[in-house]
């Protein structure tokens, strides 16, 4: 790469959006980052965190801040609504003993508050994006009016990115017909619960969580249908989950009953059709915004920590942004396409309605042997996207 690198501007300063500030920075260029939300706020949920992004934040030198400011899991269960274990995840030995990372279970706000500890560039704080009016060269605008022209503009601006228009308009978004429950709870669980993640497969619902510090637990369950009405008020909301709960195998019906109805919010379920380019021009897309999918595999934050660095190393090592992107779709693309359909067909699994279809998966993925999920969780793990260091 010449001397002076090109100008950068990254929208959307979420997971991707500073991870890839963070690797650019690391090879000695200036990006800045345009974020929507007027402020960084310690609220949200918690985020599992898998090996393979632990691998690429160790690659940039800050996996042990977020192993020790998360909890890193000792194992991962997955039960029936009735507390039989179906399967166990134990991660030392896969993960641990073979790529050095299990998985950390860290509350999503530490995680930004690391990141931006980290970087020295400029975030821009209450900067909507509303389009992105050519692409060759980029030529952005803001709510605020403001106009920017970068070299290379990268959309990390989520799910229902606004750069993405520019690469693949009208992208309809695909929804599951369930709808998410997430809060953090503040819960003192017995020694057992304390580094174990756990899932527990019922019949339309998937519910789970891990603990995210000594007395926190993030929370999560899916029920089927659309989002509830306005009307719905939090406390009605509570007793509606306490009910459902109250007879799954602990910890769950702990964590429910200690959850703060205020602190609970609920979303759709959607991810994003496969899409055939991430790259128009100067403009790149990369994390939720070209391949958002379905929380069930546990990877769209991995796989956008992934984005990152693949993209910084493919813009560093190719003078030309359109080879650049080349190489970074050829890098990318087929893994974090294959995993959101993979995390989609989960998803269908998970969220089953009937209670001869939830039995009969139950045993299904009961009677798998280790050796399938070990397999699998190895090639997760081996196939990291990570670039050879220069
Ligand atoms: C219920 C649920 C549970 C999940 N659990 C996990 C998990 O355990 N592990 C895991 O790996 N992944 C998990 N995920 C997925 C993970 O949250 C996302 O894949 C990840 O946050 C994607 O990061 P991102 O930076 O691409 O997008 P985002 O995190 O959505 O960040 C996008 C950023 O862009 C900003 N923005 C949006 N529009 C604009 C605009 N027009 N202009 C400027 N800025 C803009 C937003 O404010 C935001 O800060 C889960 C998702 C869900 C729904």
Known sequence: ????????????????????????????????????????????????????????????????????????????????????VLTRFDLDQVERSQFGYG????????????LLEELDTE?????????????????????????IQPDIL???????????????????????????????????????????????????TYTGGAPIDTDRFYWFATAPGPTPSDSTTPAETIATLRDRYTDYPEPIPTVVDSLDPDDVFVTGLEDVPALETWSRGSVVIAGDAAHGMLPFAGQGAA????????????????????????????ERKPRADRIRSESHRLGTFGTMQSRVGTRARNLVV?????????????????????????
């Open 303 to 330: 796989q956008a920590i992934e984005d990152a660095l693949a993209l910084v190393h493919a813009l560093d090592t190719h003078d030309d942004p359109a080879i650049a992107f080349d190489a970074f779709e050829a």
């Open 103 to 114: 998985f950390v279970a860290i509350h999503r706000a530490e995680l930004q508050r690391i």
């Open 154 to 204: 990268i959309g990390a601006d989520g799910i229902n990115s606004a750069v993405r228009d520019a690469i693949a308009a009208d992208i309809e978004l695909q929804a599951l017909e369930s709808i998410v429950y997430r809060a953090v709870s503040t819960v003192d669980l017995p020694d057992d619960y304390r580094t174990q993640g756990v899932e527990v497969w019922g019949n339309g």
């Open 1 to 84: 790469m010449a001397q002076e690198t090109p100008e950068v501007a990254i929208i959307g300063g979420g997971i991707c959006g500073l991870t890839t500030a963070l690797a650019f920075e690391q090879r000695g260029w200036t990006p800045t980052v345009y974020e929507a939300a007027s402020g960084y706020r310690p609220i949200g949920a918690g985020l599992l965190l898998q090996t393979n992004a632990l691998l690429v934040f160790n690659r940039l030198g800050i996996a042990e801040r977020i192993r020790t400011a998360g909890v890193p899991l000792s194992d991962s269960l997955i039960r029936s609504s009735s507390g039989r």
């Open 366 to 390: 009961k009677l798998l042997p280790d050796t399938v999920f070990r397999r699998s969780r190895r090639r997760r793990a081996a196939q990291t996207s990570l670039p050879e260091e220069i």
């Open 123 to 147: 975030v821009h704080t209450g900067m909507t994006c509303e389009a992105v009016a050519t692409a060759d060269p980029p030529a952005a605008r803001f709510t605020d009016g403001t106009q």
